[in-house]
């Protein structure tokens, strides 16, 4: 298959090359390239590429025309067909459009400061092609030698000097156009956040000149009055108080006038606040005054504004919301004025059911789930949101015995309260978030009925959600407890399992922990596709429970664990069942990168160490790291490499976690046709062991010799993008495996290809 793909590959390459300009006329050529340089290092060549208005054909890996190929495959009998719908015409060349790139370049290196730049573009043509040469001087940059800021209105005076100490441009500064308009946009913006209201960018504009001395400019800074841009009766600029709060809730209407109409019979005064409702208040008056930021008597802030913006939409309450500010005129009062604020909030629909079915099939072993999902956004009037789950499950689990029958039996809840604010009595103002916090109650129970063994989990949490600012989220678990209770266990089938790791999860245990985990996100729905992204997880589970067993003086049991002594190891109970003890950390760096519009790299890394102590000399089965699967190393199952070099014997079933996590992935995506993606990817990594009671083979890490044992995959796949969700499809290929002899760890390059070394994936959503 590798040899199949890779001789495909070539002759498409051949061909596309062969046949790239049947659709050319005869008298035309075919744009094969368009390069662009540039003498300058600050200047880079991809911005550059950015103006250029004629491009040649789209290609993947930097060189495969294959939207082109797939074009050219087509019939020329036909002036439509699929392959010309999903293909791309070839692109040729014009001259005028040529012409036009080299203006667009020249434009934007004078808005960059080089107004003595020159061009030379040139074109060569072979074999019915052209490529096309864009060779930039750029010259001396203009620098700015004095910057001056003419203020026309008495009342902003006292406001430029403090504005202008946070300038973002300065003297020896390259003349930018850009960096002119960013500052006239801070500048603007800095006004609307000092009460100033009608402020606008409009009122701001430049002159520049370079007459005086060579490559050097004046720039003059020109904040104008308010009359010369505004049939105002005043000539000052205002600057504003918030007065009143009017609040329109109700309905679900988008429309401003239908919402007006409504005639609201009901209201509630609360200070300078003014409720408008139907019959029952929707939401509690105090809750909407959380999201209140600047309160009557205070100065207009546009910023307060925007975040009043991001409370509102965070309660998750409303179909959209809209703020209006109306000027209170004042009489003779050319220097002040007041804003009555109207509120208007849709209201989503309050409660909303769902029901979805799945089917199963874990290693042969096929299954049937259901899940019955239910959801109250306003449950106490508070903007609350609740969430059940119930889930029932039933899987025909191959033991040898009553194999036709479905034998295995799941079922369980979940529950799930989001409230506003912090529970407790925090200072949500003093902390300056970007929008209103959250406190978070859940609580969860499964049950599974197996051949082997019956469990039960149940978990409950207590927790704070919160942004700092758009890009940066913060959750904070004050609780988070998970207890497991082991009912009818098979004794031959625990027996039979020699790994601790393993046979750790069918013991009794309790989880007792608080974590904290922080996100930095810059991606953004419908922005950039480059993107940054790390996620920090910290999490410290047992020492409350250790400390309180000390301080209370309780007895220690013993466990079946023997120390370096060779005694027992010894641990605390609670309820008869003992508590795991442990830190956990672990950090996930992402980065995305698209070179055009249909060309994106994406990659990842992943570092996570668990340590346990005290109370335990062995991680939580939950807790583990494990590796491999959809999202992992995809040419492995999931759980089936590590930790270490260690292989499980026989055909035991892949259930491999530990306590060390290493794993990086790369990903190469571009689009096809229609709403198809390719991708090709290679990830690498593995798990480790982080002390010597893993009785696990080779199973420990050793920091001199961990690197020998990182398992390496490779592979292809395809992306079905549509509107909502991704559905992704990969094949993986080993490369390398850890469990393999020293020396013999490259696959291919030690035993021949065979169908164990692929591995199939479906999932949804993107990998990383």
Known sequence: MRISLTVMLVLMVLFSGCRMTRYVPDDEYLLKDVTVKVDNDDIEEKELEKHLRQRENLKILGFIRFHLWLY??????????????????PVIYDIGLKNKSSQQLLMHLHNKGYYRASINDSVSFSNKTATVNYAIKTGQSYRVRTIDYIVNDRNLLQEINEIRREAIISNDDILDVGLLENERKRISDEFRNRGYFKFSEDFIHFQIDTTNYEYQADIDLIIEDRSILVNSNYSQ?????????SFYMGGISTNIDEINNVGYKDTIQVGDFLFHYNKTVPIKEKVLLKTIEMFPGDIYQKRLEDKMYNNLYALRQFKYVNIQFDEEHLANDSLHGRLNARVYLPLQTRQNYSFDIEGTNA????????????QHRNLFRGAEIFDITLRGATERQVTGIDDQKFNTIEYGGSMRLRLPGFLFPINEQKLKLHSIPFTSISLAYNYQRRPDYTRTVVNARLGYQWRSSIQKSHSFNLLDLNAVRIFSLNESFINSIEDLYIKSSYTDHIIYASNYSFVYNT??????????????????????????????????????SIGENGEPLMYYEYFGTRFSQYLRGDFEWRYGYRFD?????????FVGVAYPYGNSNLMPFERQYFTGGANGIRAWHVRSIGPGTYSPTGNAYPNQTSDIKLEANIEYRFQLFWMLEGALFVDAGNIWAINRFDNREGA???????????AVGSGAGLRLVLPYFVLRADVGVKLRSPSLPLGQRWIHTSKAFSSDDLNFNIAIGYPF
């Open 237 to 245: 600029h205002k600057k504003f108080t918030v007065d009143s709060y």
């Open 523 to 560: 991606q953004s729905r419908g922005g950039s596709a480059n993107y940054k992204y790390f996620k920090v997880d910290i999490e410290a589970a047992g020492n409350f429970l250790f400390g309180l067993s000390n301080v209370l003086n309780r007895s220690l049991v013993a466990s079946s």
């Open 597 to 605: 519009k249909y060309n994106k790299f994406a990659a990842r890394a």
């Open 72 to 89: 050219n495959m087509s019939s020329k009998k036909r002036e439509k067909g699929i392959l010309k719908n999903i293909g791309e015409p």
């Open 700 to 710: 420990v890490f050793e920091f001199y010799d961990f690197y020998n044992e990182i």
């Open 363 to 374: 290693s042969g072993d096929l299954g049937v789930a259901g899940n019955l999902n239910y």
